[in-house]
């Protein structure tokens, strides 16, 4: 079975899908899937996923009949999706080298918790790299799994989806799906912190947007 599904909706992002899908392909971690989601975006990013998955079997392109939005993208590839735990990262940003062997380490010496919750940078064009500042936190609570609501300092770590992997059982079981609309990801971090039996923290920046 696939370890990680790598979940990437696509809207205007054709100056940045190539270094966004570059990165995962880069990785030391081979044991994944790309599932590409092309929202009707109006650029030529569609077909640079084509381009992408006519060259790796690791990587596949769903093109969506109409627009309907970062939430119905992101639905359809988790649907799509195979893999023992799952990330989602937006077409405009990338993962950091060493970060899918890390993950998986990090779960490999627990017992597959539900979440992983690790840290993210704003990177510039300059180069400058800005560290998140929850990675404290982070760093705190390394070690044992724990129940979110045990600890709620970890519920004021920024509420995005793409911080975090996700046990796709765990999902799956909750039936959770990204509402239609604004603020999307509000309400399916606090569902899943909420709902989470088993959560362990990796003060790493993997998230690079």
Request: hydrophobic residues 45%.
């Amino acid at each position: 079975m696939t370890f990680f599904s790598i979940l990437v909706p696509i809207y205007n992002v054709d100056q940045y899908l190539a270094d966004c899908l570059d990165s995962v392909l880069a990785q030391d971690f081979d044991d994944l899937e790309i599932i590409g989601v092309d929202d009707c975006t109006p650029d030529s990013a569609g077909a640079i996923l084509d381009e992408y998955a006519d060259r790796d079997s690791r990587i596949r392109a769903l093109h969506l009949e109409k627009n309907g939005g970062l939430g119905q993208a992101r639905n359809a590839a988790l649907t799509a999706a195979v893999g023992t735990y799952v990330i989602f990262l937006d077409g405009d940003d990338t993962l950091a080298p060493g970060s899918l062997s890390g993950i998986a380490e990090t779960l490999r010496k627990t017992d597959q918790p539900d979440l992983l919750v690790y840290n993210y940078a704003r990177s510039y064009a300059d180069g400058r790299v800005e560290r998140a500042k929850g990675g404290a936190l982070l760093a705190e609570l390394e070690g044992p799994e724990f129940t979110p609501t045990a600890r709620p300092e970890l519920f004021g770590i920024l509420w995005i989806a793409c911080n975090k992997a996700y046990k796709r059982t765990f999902l799956s079981d909750l039936a959770i799906e990204f509402r239609v609309g604004f603020y999307e990801d509000i309400s399916f971090s606090f569902t899943v912190l909420l709902a989470a039996k088993s959560v362990v923290t990796w003060d790493h920046i993997v998230l690079l947007w």
